[in-house]
């Protein structure tokens, strides 16, 4: 281990300089405590740089309680209601970033994603955070009353030390399981981590499918273990992605079927029914291509149905149609893993830390943060707004 000579002091220490522990230091330094925040990335915020194709989904105008996982439901809520999506799209018109309204309440910069970091890190500077980068942590013990840190650049001693270093998506942008470590030093429990918000592999018959189809989007409703999206689903080379691939993904388990229904805004039967009086000489994969595609119509007639005029189709047949059109069941072999996953589903234990500060119920002083924990939001901006209210509630007492 690298010794240092003198021991440099603060009040604060954050480890992690992504969205949660930006926040964090900027509220705790706007209290007037001395913050330094360590990162050991070359640059803070890399994951805001890149959310929302560029755009930064930075929160969602219908965050409630209800759109996050955890194993204990209500610990998000105390902090998601003293500070919410309205307090961080005030703080966004402070600094007169112009901003919209995707869909389904997603909030995105016109601009850029960096619009967003350049408003933290002004926050930060202006409240006399200090920013070291390049900076990786050896090592932490408690001593009386405060933290000792060996870093790679010196020693520190802090009074309060909040862990903000995200999860294991993404190790391209340098995520590691440092705070789970860290958690697990300090006698926290963690759980079992895994990927969320990723898409699916398939190995099966349905891979060819998959592979021809690549690039297409359907509108389409996903369900599993009792939870169902309305998005869109996306065939890759690799199995099937989308929003409501990545939304169910965080509800689904090795082994278990997700259903699809492919016409979620229209009655098969009453399509027929249509159809068989306007044109009844149209085959069923005329018909077909015109809903979903060509090459899609193809194969549902090569692997499910009997390519036939629409006039010679009976009610069983018309039904065992809507059926399979309806409750497409697909049993994914996988995920793609953390190189995709826009987040980690499990983490620290939140019953063992307060609701309220985010501090260890185990040691006085210690704070966990952001992704690290044991609460994850669905896509479209709940993340970060988890990370803003997380950070923020550590921040106010830290």
């Not at 079992?192 to 690549?214: I, N, Q």
């Not at 016409?263 to 000489?281: G, L, V, Y």
Request: hydrophobic share 40%.
């Amino acid at each position: 281990m690298q010794k240092h000579g003198a021991v440099e002091k603060v009040d604060v220490v954050v480890v992690g300089a992504g969205a949660a522990g930006l926040m964090c230091a900027m509220t705790a330094g706007a209290r007037g405590r001395s913050v330094r925040l360590l990162d050991h990335a070359n640059k803070p915020g890399k994951k805001i740089l890149m959310s929302g194709g560029g755009r930064c989904n930075f929160t969602n105008m219908f965050a409630e309680p209800e759109n996050f996982i955890s194993h204990n439901s209500h610990f998000c809520k105390s902090a998601l209601a003293r500070y919410t999506q309205w307090d961080f799209i005030a703080l966004v018109a402070t600094h007169g970033i112009a901003y919209h309204e995707k869909k389904l309440g997603q909030l995105f910069c016109d601009n850029k994603a960096s619009d967003i970091l350049n408003m933290l890190l002004k926050e930060c500077s202006d409240a006399g955070v200090k920013l070291q980068l390049n900076t990786s942590v050896l090592s932490i013990r408690k001593e009386d009353d405060h933290f000792h840190l060996e870093t790679d650049q010196q020693a520190i001693d802090c009074e309060s030390l909040v862990i903000a270093t995200g999860g294991l998506s993404i190790p391209t942008m340098g995520a590691t399981g440092f705070g789970y470590k860290v958690a697990e030093q300090f006698g926290h429990k963690v759980y079992p981590t895994r990927a969320g918000l990723v898409p699916f592999v398939v190995t099966d018959s349905l891979k060819a499918l998959c592979t021809e189809m690549s690039g297409a989007s359907l509108d389409a409703i996903v369900s599993c273990n009792g939870t169902s999206f309305r998005e869109n689903i996306l065939f890759t080379h690799r199995g099937l992605s989308g929003p409501a691939i990545l939304q169910i993904s965080s509800y689904w388990n090795v082994g278990d079927k997700i259903e699809i229904n492919l016409s979620p805004a229209q009655s098969i039967a009453d399509w027929f029914a249509s159809e068989k009086e306007t044109r009844p000489n149209a085959e069923l994969k005329t018909l077909l291509s015109e809903k979903f595609t060509k090459k899609m119509a193809a194969w549902m007639c090569e692997k499910w149905f009997v390519n036939k005029p629409i006039k010679q189709l009976n009610a069983p047949e018309i039904t065992q149609i809507e059926q399979q059109l309806t409750s497409w069941s697909v049993t994914p072999s996988g995920t793609e893993g953390y190189r995709t996953a826009e987040v980690t589903m499990g983490g620290v234990n939140t019953d063992e830390l307060s609701s309220k500060t985010m501090m260890s119920n185990k040691v006085g002083g210690l704070y966990f943060i952001g992704e690290v924990v044991d609460v994850t939001g669905w896509l479209g901006g709940f993340n970060f707004q988890w990370s803003w209210a997380s950070g923020h509630a550590a921040g106010e007492v830290v």
